[in-house]
C-alpha cells in the first residue's frame, strides 16, 4: 500500500486541441486612469497590464462555445464525440443549472450524449478540473473531454479597489482531453493541490451565496462585488510558493532545468516575477500574456496555454507545468508532457 509521500502513476492522458476566445472590446490601461483618476502610467507600474478585453454583452456560455469550436477542431471530433463537458471557472452564468449545461446547448451538441457539471476552483479552476478528469480519461470511462473555462470578471469589479479593478481581463479558454495513444508521449506526470484557509478572506466575492443572499435586506451592495487585498495575498503566496513548488518537484523527480514552459495563473506582474525571481526559474521559460489580457481568472491558466500552443512556443513532447495560485488560498501545480 502506497504511502501519501509515493509518486502517483503518471496518466497517458493528452491536450488533444486547444482554443481560446476573447471579447473585441479592448480597454487599455489609459482609459481606466482617466476613469478612476489615477496617474498617467499607475496601471502598469503596479499591474503589469497595459490592455485587457471586456465582455460587451455576451454569455458567459457564447464565450465557452467559441473557444470550445476551437478547441474541438483542432482535435478532430464534432461537438457530437464528447463524453463530459466541464465548466471550470469562478463565475457561474447563473448558479443553477450548472454553465456546463448551456455549452452544450451553445454547441448544439446531442441533449443525453455528455454529462454535463461545473468545477469552481477560483483562479486554479482548469488545473483543478484536469487533475479531477485525468483518472476517468486513462481509465476509458470517458473518451473525449471538454474542458472550458469562461469569465466575465469585469461585471463585478469594485472601482472603489482601484489595484483590483484595473487588473482583471474577460476570456475564454478551453482544451479536449483524450486518452494518449499508444506511442504517444502525453503524459499527466503529477497534479498537487493544497489549500490554506487562513487566506480566504484576502479574495472573496460575499454576495449572492445563502450567508448574505440578494434577496436579503442586510445584503449591501459592496458585497456583491469583488474583494481582494492584493498585497496580503501576494505576501502568504511569496511565503508559502517556494516551499509547495520544492516538495512537488521533489516527488516530481525533474529539476527546474527540465521544464520547457511554465504557464503560470497571470495573478499580476508581481505574482509572475515571483517565478523567476524566487522559485528557480528562467525568464525564458515563463509564458507571460499578462500586459495583454489582464488577470483572466479560471481562464488565465489556459489562455496563456492556447495562446503559447499556438505561437509555437509548447509543441509535442514539451514538458510543461501548470501552477499558480487561488483564493482560499490555494496553491496548485500540475507537469505534463504536452
Known amino acids: ?12 492522458v493528452k491536450i488533444a486541441g486547444t482554443g481560446a476566445y476573447l471579447p473585441e472590446r479592448r480597454v487599455s490601461s489609459a482609459e481606466l486612469e482617466a476613469r478612476l483618476g489615477l496617474p498617467t502610467g499607475w496601471v502598469e507600474r503596479r499591474t503589469g497590464v497595459r490592455e485587457r478585453r471586456w465582455n460587451a454583452g455576451e454569455t458567459a456560455a457564447h464565450q465557452a462555445a467559441q473557444a470550445a469550436r476551437q478547441a474541438l477542431d483542432a482535435a478532430g471530433i464534432p461537438p457530437d464525440d464528447l463524453d463530459a463537458i466541464v465548466a471550470a471557472s469562478s463565475g457561474p452564468q447563473q448558479l443553477i443549472p450548472c454553465t456546463a449545461a ?49 469569465e466575465i470578471a469585469s461585471r ?6 482601484p489595484e483590483s479593478f484595473v487588473l482583471f481581463g474577460d476570456a475564454a479558454a478551453a482544451v479536449v ?21 487562513s487566506g480566504a478572506e484576502h479574495t472573496q466575492f460575499r454576495g449572492a451565496g445563502s450567508l448574505h443572499h440578494p434577496n436579503d435586506k442586510l445584503t449591501t451592495p459592496c458585497m456583491n462585488a469583488f474583494d481582494m487585498d492584493g498585497p496580503a495575498v501576494f505576501r502568504q503566496a511569496a511565503r508559502l510558493a517556494p516551499g509547495f513548488v520544492d516538495d512537488f518537484f521533489a516527488r516530481l523527480g525533474w529539476e527546474r532545468g527540465d521544464v520547457d514552459a511554465v504557464v503560470p495563473h497571470q495573478a499580476s506582474r508581481h505574482g509572475l516575477d515571483l517565478f523567476t525571481a524566487r522559485l528557480g526559474f528562467s525568464e525564458g521559460q515563463v509564458v507571460r500574456n499578462i500586459a495583454e489580457r489582464g488577470n483572466c481568472v479560471a481562464a488565465s491558466i489556459p489562455l496563456a496555454l492556447h495562446e503559447a500552443v499556438t505561437a509555437g512556443r509548447v509543441r509535442r513532447g514539451d514538458r510543461v507545468l501548470l501552477v499558480g495560485t487561488g483564493a482560499g488560498l490555494t496553491l496548485g501545480a500540475a507537469a505534463l508532457t504536452f
Open 1 to 12: 500500500m502506497p504511502t501519501n509521500d509515493a509518486p502517483p502513476t503518471a496518466l497517458p
Open 102 to 150: 448551456f455549452v452544450q446547448r451553445e454547441l448544439r451538441a446531442p441533449e443525453g450524449r455528455s454529462l454535463c457539471f461545473d468545477v469552481n476552483a477560483t483562479c486554479l479552476s482548469f488545473p483543478v478540473a484536469l487533475h479531477a478528469l485525468a483518472p476517468l480519461v486513462a481509465l476509458g470511462a470517458y473518451r473525449n473531454v471538454l474542458i472550458v473555462s469562461t
Open 156 to 161: 463585478s469589479l469594485n472601482p472603489c479597489q
Open 177 to 197: 482531453l483524450q486518452r494518449a495513444g499508444s506511442g504517444e508521449a502525453s503524459t499527466l506526470h503529477l497534479a498537487r493541490f493544497e489549500t490554506h484557509h
